[in-house]
């Protein structure tokens, strides 16, 4: 099963930046990777220019590059789906080749794992104020050495600054390594929950 993150954070923070160097490295360790950008723009959009964060991906060599909007991805599928659940099931399925999804964005999505990039200050206090809406948050990276140690006090995760990019990306493998799985079953669309028994039963018949 893919480890599915999400790089949050308010405009500019640098979630681009940041998860242009986690793909770029990840890909050179084998390991197979799909990118979901979120965009706030509800017209249609083909995106295919140089200058697009999307495009960026695309250059690293990533296959999967979706640009997800209100009503559509840039796969060009209507988007009816809007329960969280049914979507994240529907990209369990989609991206089940997959080692490591990174969604940039996503900031309200509470069934995927965020990791939230902070500018400055004045930002952590604005996180402070949504702290009780926040779902999967499982680090921080941040600017700003200063604003370590009120992250963590505040929030109990793991902070990094924005120059430990290598030590951000050990702890995100470390993910990755936990997620994988043999064995997804998927009924009428839905994912199956499976006790270790029920997967090693389908498993090894197979191996």
Not at 70 to 87: C, P, R, Y
Not at 110 to 131: G, P, Y
Not at 142 to 149: A, C, G, H, L, M
Not at 167 to 195: A, G, Q, S, T, Y
Request: one cysteine or more; proline letters at 1%; charged letters at 30%.
């Amino acid at each position: 099963m893919a480890f599915f993150l999400s790089l949050s954070g308010y405009h500019n923070a640098g979630k681009t930046t940041l998860g242009t160097f986690l793909v770029s490295e990840l890909k050179k360790k084998n390991y197979k990777i799909a990118v979901i950008k979120s965009c706030k723009l509800t017209e249609d959009i083909i995106d295919n220019n140089p200058s697009k964060d999307t495009w960026k991906y695309k250059a690293l060599g990533i296959e999967k590059v979706i640009l997800f909007q209100k009503e559509f991805f840039t796969l060009f599928q209507k988007n009816s789906i809007q329960d969280q659940k049914l979507l994240y099931h529907f990209f369990l399925s989609f991206f089940w080749k997959e080692d490591f999804v990174l969604f940039e964005g996503f900031k309200n999505f509470s069934l995927i794992s965020k990791i939230w990039i902070v500018k400055d200050e004045k930002e952590a206090d604005e996180i402070l104020k949504i702290k009780s809406q926040l779902r999967n948050l499982i680090g921080f990276v941040v600017k700003k050495k200063e604003t370590i140690n009120w992250l963590e006090n505040n929030f109990k995760y793991r902070a990094f600054l924005w120059e430990e990019k290598e030590k951000l990306l050990n702890f995100i493998e470390e993910e990755i390594k936990k997620h994988k799985e043999k064995v997804l079953l998927f009924v009428n669309d839905r994912l199956i929950p499976m006790n270790h028994f029920v997967s090693d039963v389908l498993k090894y018949p197979l191996l």
